[in-house]
């Protein structure tokens, strides 16, 4: 069996079609969480891993007892390997996993997060389970609803399930920041904050973590930082800031 262990919560990270990795793993430690309870919707969960790291923030914020966390997944395994995960954490009382699309996920929710898929002109991966967890188009047989999910169909959702003032958060390659920006802007979300994530200092950056809002007050610029990893070979002082109450080395 294998677990990844935190230094709060374990994962198991056998069956999800996606394992822990860094991007998930960022984009848990920085999201930004208003000081008040929150409807929190993790889509395309995977292990669980960032809907736990929400929920371990939650708490350290005394919010969590009031706040509830729900990842879904349309890969069965991940979703069930997610509920495990869940049940077996300190904070599985207002957790829940659930094995569904996007599309059949009703609610209203004050922070949506998701680390999606990005491969869009990619080739297919073999692996048809991760096909579905990196890959955005539909096949010849499939309509643009019954795809994969995209930060496409993340934006469309969160215009609809977003409450006012709610906030959207993702992880993406760093070349697709204006298209995002463009397709939140025509939703009526706000880009408020970019983190351009570089891996080392003379390199560009490789990913954006963007939190958009809705109902955003007009005119406000976004919060704009550049989060390098490594230096010389080892983490940098800020890298390690992010993720200390998380990795057991941190």
Request: charge should be negative; hydrophobic fraction near 35%.
């Amino acid at each position: 069996m294998s677990e990844f262990r935190f230094k709060r919560f374990s994962v198991k990270n056998d069956r999800s079609a996606m394992k822990v990795n860094t991007d998930g793993v960022l984009l848990g430690a920085s999201v930004i969480l208003d000081e008040r309870p929150l409807r929190v919707l993790d889509a395309g969960t995977g292990t669980g891993t960032i809907a736990l790291m929400i929920a371990q923030r939650l708490e350290e914020k005394g919010l969590l007892n009031q706040s509830s966390i729900l990842g879904i997944d349309i890969d069965a395994d991940s979703a069930e390997e997610a509920a495990e995960n869940f049940r077996s954490s300190p904070w599985n009382a207002q957790m829940e996993s659930r094995h569904i699309p996007l599309s059949q996920c009703d609610g209203i929710f004050d922070l949506i997060v998701s680390n999606p898929p990005y491969f869009d002109s990619s080739l297919p991966n073999p692996d048809s389970r991760k096909k579905l967890s990196r890959h955005t188009l539909p096949s010849e047989n499939e309509s643009r609803s019954d795809a994969p999910l995209s930060y496409r169909a993340l934006i469309d959702y969160s215009e609809e399930h977003l409450a006012d003032g709610g906030i959207a958060v993702m992880i993406l390659p760093a070349d697709k920041e204006l298209e995002l920006k463009r397709t939140a802007a025509s939703s009526g979300l706000s880009t408020i904050r970019i983190m351009r994530i570089k891996t080392t200092p003379g390199k560009d950056p490789s990913r954006i973590i963007v939190h958009l809002k809705k109902k955003s007050p007009a005119g406000i610029l976004p919060t704009e930082e550049t989060l390098i990893i490594q230096d010389h070979g080892e983490y940098t002082p800020e890298y390690r800031s992010i993720v200390k109450d998380f990795y057991l080395w941190g």
